[in-house]
């Protein structure tokens, strides 16, 4: 099946410091990727979505200019967490949209802590 | 507004009691509905999808089950290994995100031995 892969999977960094959290499809090319938070005993809840060469659409609440998302290519998309707090603690995840299945599959995950 | 909704929200089973997970949806349309296994700390696994109503799916002891208002996960004889939380998503017609998921929070499922 396609595989979904992300880095790091697991951050801890300081309040103030930005986080960059990268996503990649290994073996197809994904034209459109998705980023999702996911906090303890909750379900996962859609942040963006982001197509190659353009510019993410955010989901309603979601601060663009803290949640930078860049899909430079058909196979990567990074989602930069600036000036991160404590409450931006959470799992997040990506997946990423083959055209030839029309689903996505989703990577590991990511958990970020902020102290 | 498009709607997904999972009951129960725990589940604890001895290891061979069959049961079953439900996942009510409201939708404006209905593109496709997906079931997910999700292990703590890791990402969403991929199981089932299911496109229009009467459709089902098997894959050992789960058996996926759509109706025009909700799906079924059956889980015959489960082991303990079979623990997860089970998450369903729908994916709509005509979504404004481009083929995005929407999720029901899940169903933790704990299989005793």
């Known amino acids: 099946g396609a595989v979904v892969s992300q880095h790091p999977s697991r951050v801890i960094c300081k309040s103030g410091t930005s986080v960059k959290i990268e996503c990649r499809s290994l073996?197809?090319?994904?034209?459109?990727m998705f980023w999702y938070r996911q906090f303890p005993k909750q379900s996962l809840m859609l942040m963006a979505t982001?197509?190659?060469?353009?510019?993410?659409?955010?989901e309603q609440g979601v601060e663009k200019d803290k949640f930078l998302i860049n899909h430079a290519s058909l196979t990567l998309s990074t989602l930069t967490v600036t000036s991160a707090h404590p409450e931006d603690s959470s799992f997040y995840i990506c997946?990423?949209?083959?055209?030839?299945?029309?689903?996505?599959?989703f990577g590991p995950g990511t958990r970020l802590l902020v102290l | 507004e498009d709607q997904v909704t999972q009951s129960p929200e725990a589940l604890r089973l001895q290891e061979g009691e069959s049961s079953s997970l439900n996942c009510s949806y409201t939708v404006s349309g209905l593109r496709g509905l997906f079931w997910y296994r999700q292990d703590p700390g890791k990402g969403p696994e991929f199981l089932f999808t299911l496109y229009s109503a009467g459709e089902e799916k098997e894959k050992e002891r789960l058996k996926a089950t759509l109706t025009k208002k909700e799906s079924f996960l059956h889980i015959t004889a489960p082991k303990p290994e079979d623990s997860a939380t089970y998450l369903c998503a729908v994916q709509v017609l005509h979504g404004g995100s481009q083929g995005n998921l929407i999720f029901g929070k899940g169903t933790k499922l704990s299989v005793k031995p």
């Open positions: 997946s990423a949209r083959d055209l030839g299945l029309g689903f996505p599959y």
């Open positions: 982001s197509n190659e060469g353009s510019k993410a659409t955010y």
């Open positions: 073996d197809f090319q994904a034209t459109t």
